[in-house]
């Protein structure tokens, strides 16, 4: 929807992270994504770029297909651009569903190399890269620096309170 207001009509993405060589080549690296977008080499062939097309500019994409067709690809690179030039400036999170624990592991494993604050929510995953961004994990290591912080405040307070009793 942030697209199709007016400020975001005029929005210009950073196409460098999909475009091998735009800056070099028109000499910029900015282009207005209602636009049609230019045509420079890239990694993805022509219905990987139409979905990633579609994925940024519609309010919800669905990229099915069956195994090998480039779906983590695509989505990796949909989540790249979209970090590179809207999150930052809306500061929303970005929600990613998959069918299977596999394959929300290997897509958060994929955003980890570009992207460090990831909440994954859920159990089953088997990844260790992933372990200290579970959100019990995150609870839990909040919840240690919350009764640290409780304990030091108290320390203050007996100190301050020592204190106060030796000069009165």
């Not at 409780?150 to 009165?168: G, K, P, S, V």
Request: proline share 5%; hydrophobic share 40%; with cysteine.
């Amino acid at each position: 929807s942030y697209l199709l207001s007016p400020e975001g009509a005029r929005e210009r993405f950073n196409f460098s992270c999909i475009f091998d060589g735009l800056d070099e080549s028109i000499g910029r690296s900015t282009w207005p994504v209602l636009q049609p977008w230019p045509k420079f080499p890239c990694s993805m062939d022509e219905s990987q770029l139409k979905a990633l097309k579609y994925a940024v500019t519609t309010q919800l994409a669905l990229i099915p297909g069956p195994p090998g067709t480039g779906k983590t690809f695509v989505g990796l690179r949909i989540a790249g651009l979209l970090l590179q030039n809207v999150q930052q400036r809306l500061g929303t999170p970005i929600l990613v569903i998959c069918y299977t624990n596999h394959a929300l592991d290997q897509f958060l494993e994929g955003i980890m190399k570009f992207e460090s604050e990831i909440v994954r929510v859920g159990g089953r995953s088997q990844s260790e890269a992933l372990g200290s961004r579970n959100v019990v994990q995150l609870a839990m290591q909040t919840n240690r620096q919350n009764r640290a912080l409780y304990d030091c405040r108290q320390e203050q307070a007996r100190i301050q309170a020592e204190i106060h009793a030796l000069i009165t």
